[in-house]
C-alpha cells in the first residue's frame, strides 16, 4: 500500500523547497536579464515539481484555472499543483547571476557554470517547438544541449501585462558539440539507464 503525502502541511512544503533547490546551498537559477540574452549548456538532469509563489514562497495550485498560494486554496480536496519542469544543464562559468525584478548583477564565487532552468511562462512553448523540431516529445534525461533566447516581450489579448518571451533550439545528445567539454565523463548510456532503457523522469 502506497501512502500518499499531504501536499497541504508544513512538511511537505519543506520537502519541496529542498526538492526544488529553494534550500540549503543550491544552484544559480538561470536568468534572461535582457531582450537577446541567450543561455546555453548541456543537460545534467531533469525533473518536474511543483511550482512556490515567488513572494510567500508556499506551494501553488490550479483554483479557478489560476495558479492560487496554498493558504488561499478554498477546495483543497480539487485543487491541482501547478507543475513545472526544472532541467539543471552545465553552462560556461560566468561568475554572476542576477537576481530580482531589476535584475541587479551578483557576483558567483567560485562558478562552475551550472544553473536551473525553470521551464515556466513562455519558456514552455519555446521548449516544446525546439524539441518537436528534433522530433522528441522529452529533453533526453542526459546529454541533450539546450539553448534559448528572450526576445521582445508580448501582450496576450486580455493580458494586463506584456509578458517575457522566448525562442529555444534542442540539439540531441549525440549531435551535442558541447558534450564533451561538459560532461567529459559520459558513455552512449548516458541517456539512458545501464539496460539501455530510457529513463523514466518520474522514477517508476
Do not use: C
Not at 512556490?52 to 477546495?75: A, Q
Not at 562552475?112 to 511562462?121: A, D, E, F, H, Q
Amino acid at each position: 500500500m502506497t501512502t500518499q503525502v499531504d501536499p497541504f502541511t508544513a512538511e511537505a512544503a519543506k520537502a519541496v523547497a529542498f526538492l526544488s533547490g529553494q534550500g540549503g546551498d543550491k544552484v544559480p537559477a538561470a536568468k534572461f536579464p535582457k531582450v537577446g540574452f541567450e543561455i546555453d549548456g548541456t543537460i545534467l538532469s531533469w525533473r518536474m515539481t511543483q511550482q512556490s509563489d515567488n513572494v510567500s514562497k508556499e506551494l501553488l495550485f490550479w483554483e479557478n484555472k489560476r495558479p492560487t498560494p496554498m493558504s488561499k486554496v478554498r477546495f483543497p480536496d480539487s485543487a491541482r499543483p501547478v507543475e513545472m519542469m526544472v532541467i539543471e544543464y552545465q553552462g560556461d562559468p560566468t561568475g554572476v547571476t542576477w537576481e530580482g525584478k531589476d535584475y541587479e548583477e551578483v557576483e558567483v564565487p567560485d562558478d562552475s557554470g551550472r544553473r536551473v532552468l525553470y521551464v515556466t511562462g513562455g519558456k514552455i512553448n519555446a521548449l516544446y517547438q525546439a524539441l518537436q523540431a528534433v522530433g522528441l516529445q522529452l529533453p533526453e534525461q542526459q546529454g541533450g544541449r539546450i539553448q534559448m533566447r528572450r526576445e521582445r516581450s508580448v501582450k496576450a489579448p486580455g493580458a494586463q501585462f506584456a509578458s517575457h518571451a522566448f525562442t529555444a533550439k534542442y540539439t540531441k545528445a549525440d549531435d551535442n558539440p558541447r558534450r564533451a567539454k561538459d560532461m567529459p565523463v559520459h558513455s552512449s548510456t548516458a541517456s539512458s539507464g545501464g539496460d539501455g532503457q530510457p529513463v523514466d523522469p518520474f522514477g517508476n
